[in-house]
């Protein structure tokens, strides 16, 4: 059974502070998703990374995927209250149906 | 174009009892999974559907099932309540006809309390 490792668990910042947060895969990903969850919502994708070394920018977030495909990085520059949230990096398990599997998440407060 | 819609957004119920949960997927998504989200246990799937059959399922017991209609509209019933399952319900539809990283698109979820 796949585990995803997330750190840390819980990360609280200023405004304009910048943060990484990591995923780390007990094998290799077949794909990496982040999402991000707000309060009284569901996840919404960020990126998706396939590529062993594959560095994806999405505005203010870089996301980097290990070159062994089993660990992953989101760093933020620049936080901001609206990046508020719960991060979470899941695995699309290949070819499972409809299967995501989850890291427990780091949920980020950013104090303006 | 419409997201992902579930109903209700919250329930309480009491132990023992029943309960079912209801999920419209975005207009010509076939795919429909559904999640449970503690804060001890972090977001677990469920089981997923296509055309309405069960093509996947998590390790859940027997007392959480689900069906799928003609329409992609999906249910999930849990029999039999115990507190544990007091969660977040997810439910998440794509496009996919085969396994892989198709997007997921979840909806807000339904809160399940049990007292």
């Known amino acids: 059974t796949q585990l995803l490792e997330q750190s840390p668990q819980f990360l609280s910042i200023q405004e304009g502070e910048n943060l990484t947060v990591y995923c780390n895969s007990s094998?290799?990903?077949?794909?990496l998703q982040w999402y991000r969850q707000e309060p009284g919502e569901g996840p919404v994708l960020l990126v998706t990374v396939v590529t062993g070394g594959e560095v994806k920018k999405l505005k203010r977030l870089t996301f980097q995927f290990g070159d062994a495909r089993k660990d992953s990085s989101l760093h933020i520059t620049a936080a901001q209250p609206g990046d508020t949230g719960l991060y979470l990096c899941?695995?699309?398990?290949?070819?499972?149906?409809?299967?995501?599997?989850f890291g427990q998440g780091t949920i980020l407060t950013v104090h303006p | 174009k419409a997201g992902v819609t579930q109903t209700p957004r919250y329930l309480i119920k009491t132990r023992g009892q029943q309960v079912t949960l209801s999920c419209s997927p975005i207009s010509g998504h076939r795919s429909v999974s559904w999640y449970q989200q503690t804060p001890g246990q972090g977001l677990q799937f469920l089981f997923e559907y296509f055309s309405e059959t069960q093509r996947n399922k998590g390790n859940f017991p027997g007392r959480f099932s689900g069906r799928q209609f003609s329409n992609s509209r999906s249910e999930m019933n849990v029999s039999t309540l115990e507190l544990g399952d007091s969660a977040l319900y997810l439910c998440?539809?794509?496009?996919?006809?085969?396994?892989?990283?198709?997007?997921?698109?979840f909806g807000p979820g339904t809160r399940l309390l049990v007292l």
């Open positions: 094998s290799v990903f077949s794909s």
């Open positions: 998440a539809s794509s496009w996919t006809t085969s396994g892989g990283a198709e997007t997921q698109y």
């Open positions: 899941a695995d699309s398990g290949g070819t499972s149906y409809g299967k995501l599997t």
